[in-house]
């Protein structure tokens, strides 16, 4: 089994293919975490089984089936001035420095759509080309980010981060199963999805419902 998937899908993905394992035990699978811009080069080039994106290309003939919630919000440190307010205007958001993932990055895609929904540019003061780099950048104090809910991890609480209360957010997204058009699944990849669709809640969203 090849599955391909989004930087942030590589928190819940191993959960899925191990489970998927203990009921197989004699699959091999084969784990790919790649940015945006090269998955739909993978799925292109028919180089894996299955692949998850949050964002999918709408510009191919593609097969979609969600999987789970992969809510977008604001993150800032947790000391940062606008932590303890509600209902901050986006205006207001949009003049912080703000901290962008590279050129090909779904996560960027989504940052700029969002921002020229609101009719504003983002204050881009550091370009990074990982979650986990943003992440140490927003706590050295240089400004703020717009992640996956989960992008730092399902296990635990991150003390020294807090979410913005932003008029927008959460943005509303998912994890989706993606494959082209016609592309005929083996049955092994037929019952992968199969096992997502009914287990991946219990796996990974009810875990979290368990932490700290």
């Known amino acids: 089994l090849r599955l391909a998937v989004s930087t942030t899908a590589k928190y819940f993905a191993p959960r899925m293919l191990a489970a998927f394992v203990m009921q197989h035990p004699g699959v091999e699978v084969s784990l790919q975490i790649h940015r945006r811009e090269t998955l739909i080069a993978r799925m292109a080039d028919n180089a894996d089984d299955l692949y998850i994106f949050t964002n999918p290309p709408t510009d191919a003939e593609i097969v979609t089936q969600m999987?789970?919630?992969n809510p977008m919000v604001?993150?800032?440190r947790?000391?940062?001035p606008l932590a303890p307010q509600e209902k901050i205007p986006f205006e207001r958001f949009a003049r912080e420095p703000f901290l962008m993932r590279e050129p090909g990055s779904?996560?960027?895609?989504?940052?700029?759509?969002?921002f020229e929904a609101h009719g504003a540019s983002p204050r881009v003061c550091m370009e990074l080309s990982t979650d986990e780099a943003?992440?140490?950048a927003i706590l050295a104090g240089?400004?703020?980010?717009i992640l996956s809910?989960?992008?730092l991890g399902?296990?635990?609480?991150?003390?020294q981060l807090t979410c913005l209360d932003v008029e927008g957010f959460p943005l509303e997204r998912h994890w989706q199963f993606v494959y082209p058009t016609g592309k005929q699944l083996s049955a092994i990849a037929q019952g992968f999805m199969d096992l997502v669709r009914i287990e991946a809640k219990q796996l990974v969203l009810d875990h979290l419902s368990q932490g700290p």
Do not use: C, N, W
């Open 154 to 159: 399902l296990d635990t609480e991150q003390a």
């Open 78 to 80: 947790a000391d940062h």
């Open 134 to 136: 943003i992440k140490q």
């Open 142 to 145: 240089f400004g703020v980010s």
């Open 74 to 76: 604001v993150f800032a």
């Open 149 to 151: 809910r989960y992008t």
């Open 67 to 69: 999987i789970l919630p």
């Open 106 to 114: 779904g996560t960027r895609m989504v940052a700029q759509q969002v």
